[in-house]
């Protein structure tokens, strides 16, 4: 009687742990807010959609700019961290500065907690950049933010 008992609450704590997993990795949905978010806005927001286990679509824009990108995430979930493929179109109009593509790696925490780094290559410049500086053909990526998955 003992055994089956045991056996019954192993049971049921597998089961459950295992619902845990099952409605985290259902999610599908995650929104992005942060400095540097939203195509390298000074402040802005991405949103990802996973479109399958692994892979993500995002799109962000913000103060003052606009982005988006294709993301591989490490783990089959919305919480994994992951390598980004992004554009980030920085300044519109008048305030125009440049463009850039590049890889980045973007840790997520387990909570809320993400930022990012990698390279971005010149793909243009606009009419706000300055005429007294040459535009560097790679330069630094970054962002730090928060997340919520949905």
Same mark, same amino acid.
């Given at each position: 009687? *003992? *055994?089956?008992?045991?056996?019954?609450?192993?049971?049921?704590?597998?089961?459950?742990?295992?619902?845990?997993?099952?409605?985290?990795?259902? *999610?599908?949905?995650?929104?992005?807010?942060?400095?540097?978010?939203?195509?390298?806005?000074?402040?802005?927001?991405?949103?990802?959609?996973?479109?399958? !286990?692994?892979?993500?679509?995002?799109?962000?824009?913000?103060?003052?700019?606009?982005?988006?990108?294709? !993301?591989?995430?490490? +783990?089959?979930?919305?919480?994994?961290?992951?390598?980004?493929?992004?554009?980030?179109?920085?300044?519109?109009?008048?305030?125009?500065?440049?463009?850039?593509?590049?890889?980045?790696?973007?840790?997520?925490? +387990? +909570?809320?907690?993400?930022?990012?780094?990698?390279?971005?290559?010149?793909?243009? +410049?606009?009419? !706000?950049?300055?005429?007294?500086?040459?535009?560097?053909?790679?330069?630094?990526?970054?962002?730090?933010?928060?997340?919520?998955?949905?």
């Amino acid at each position: 009687m *003992k *055994k089956q008992l045991l056996l019954i609450f192993l049971a049921l704590g597998m089961t459950h742990a295992f619902s845990q997993e099952t409605a985290e990795t259902q *999610k599908r949905l995650c929104a992005t807010f942060g400095i540097l978010q939203g195509g390298g806005s000074l402040i802005g927001a991405d949103l990802e959609v996973l479109v399958s !286990n692994r892979i993500g679509i995002q799109a962000g824009a913000g103060f003052v700019g606009f982005g988006g990108g294709l !993301n591989i995430h490490l +783990k089959p979930t919305i919480r994994s961290s992951f390598v980004s493929l992004a554009y980030w179109h920085q300044g519109v109009g008048d305030s125009y500065t440049q463009s850039v593509v590049g890889p980045s790696y973007v840790y997520r925490g +387990k +909570k809320w907690f993400t930022a990012q780094i990698g390279l971005g290559f010149a793909v243009e +410049k606009g009419p !706000n950049w300055p005429d007294s500086k040459t535009q560097p053909p790679v330069m630094l990526l970054y962002s730090i933010g928060a997340y919520i998955p949905w």
